[in-house]
């Protein structure tokens, strides 16, 4: 079974700061076999957007609202992912969800999901 857990997510004001990680408690896949791992977020009734992406090589990419302010990072030997956020703003306020993708297109792995809610 295929576990990714998002946490971290929650209530912060605009301008603070919160910090998300996302991990593998339980997979079919190794590290060698991931290709990217990445976050997402989606707000009701919007399409799912890229937050941040980091790759097998480490090389980031970030969507244009969020860079600058959002800091993507992994820890390969445990399969899990970090998204640092700062200076957030209410236009933020999503599901975020985590994201693992497989070398090969032989899989691609999404977490539950954690509310980050950005009071104005």
């Known amino acids: 079974q295929v576990q990714l857990v998002e946490s971290g997510g929650g209530l912060v004001q605009a301008g603070g700061s919160l910090s998300l990680s996302c991990a593998a408690s339980?997979?079919?896949?190794?590290?060698?076999?991931?290709?990217?791992m990445g976050w997402y977020r989606q707000v009701p009734g919007n399409q799912r957007e890229l937050v941040a992406v980091?790759?097998?090589?480490?090389?980031?990419s970030y969507g244009d609202f969020v860079k600058g302010r959002f800091t993507i990072s992994r820890d390969n030997a445990k399969i899990t992912v970090f998204l640092q956020m700062n200076n957030l703003k209410p236009e933020d306020s999503a599901v975020y969800y985590c994201n693992v993708k497989i070398k090969f297109k032989l899989g691609d792995y999404w977490g539950q999901g954690t509310q980050v809610t950005v009071s104005s």
């Open positions: 339980r997979t079919i896949f190794s590290v060698s076999s991931v290709d990217a």
């Open positions: 980091i790759d097998s090589n480490g090389i980031t």
